[in-house]
T-cell receptor
Framework: EPEVTQTPSHQVTQMGQEVILRCVPI?????FYWYRQILGQKVEFLVS????????KSEIFDDQFSVERPDGSNFTLKIRSTKLEDSAMYFC???????????FGEGSWLTVV | AQSVTQLDSHVSVSEGTPVLLRCNYS??????LFWYVQHPNKGLQLLLK??????LVKGINGFEAEFKKSETSFHLTKPSAHMSDAAEYFC????????????????FGKGTKLSVKP
């Protein structure tokens, strides 16, 4: 079965450093998402992306965050200057069309020290 | 506004006994409701979904859930637990018109960790 793949699985970074989390959505999917889960808290929506632009973003997704689809396969989340509170599991997800199942990746653990 | 409450953070059952994971939701619109499961070191996998068709929804691995509008509930059940069911389960809600579309703002519950004893 096709999968959403994410790299790295775990990254440790120093506060203030830039981080890029990478995702390869399922190949025929058109809608892409990032979610995050801080340890012990709910999974939270960050951003959705369709047709090469952001469709919706949450209050969490401030100017420190950006997303990009640099080529036909990758979908990246960049955190420009990481803060301790950015430590979380980040999930990428994709779906082919509205009403279809949203498929999630295995997540990328980000630890900011 | 939409929200979802999972009433138990941890449920422990013995293998072969029934499973009940409780979920209540709040939604201003006709909701779509889902259960996702996350096994250790794995991604979120869709178990089942309700999108305004039959109120009793069957999912993978023998799980099912019943949408009860009068009780605003969408509890997950399984008649007989298996060791492989040990995982974290998330109840998720979104307005039907938004699901999977350009917005895709899934709202997750806090999760229920299911333990299965031999």
């Amino acid at each position: 079965e096709p999968e959403v793949t994410q790299t790295p699985s775990h990254q440790v970074t120093q506060m203030g450093q830039e981080v890029i989390l990478r995702c390869v959505p399922i190949s025929n999917h058109l809608y892409f998402y990032w979610y995050r889960q801080i340890l012990g808290q709910k999974v939270e929506f960050l951003v959705s992306f369709y047709n090469n632009e952001i469709s919706e973003k949450s209050e969490i997704f401030d100017d420190q965050f950006s997303v990009e689809r640099p080529d036909g396969s990758n979908f990246t989340l960049k955190i420009r200057s990481t803060k301790l509170e950015d430590s979380a599991m980040y999930f990428c997800a994709s779906t082919p069309a509205p009403g279809n199942t949203i498929y999630f990746g295995e997540g990328s653990w980000l630890t900011v020290v | 506004a939409q929200s979802v409450t999972q009433l138990d953070s941890h449920v422990s059952v013995s293998e072969g006994t029934p499973v009940l994971l409780r979920c209540n939701y709040s939604s201003s619109y006709s909701p779509s409701l889902f259960w996702y499961v996350q096994h250790p070191n794995k991604g979120l996998q869709l178990l089942l979904k309700y999108t305004s068709a039959a109120t009793l929804v069957k999912g993978i691995n023998g799980f099912e859930a019943e949408f009860k509008k009068s009780e605003t509930s969408f509890h997950l059940t399984k008649p007989s637990a298996h060791m492989s069911d040990a995982a974290e389960y998330f109840c998720v809600v979104t307005p039907f018109r938004n699901y999977g579309g350009s917005q895709g703002n899934l709202i997750f519950g806090k999760g229920t960790k299911l333990s299965v004893k031999p």
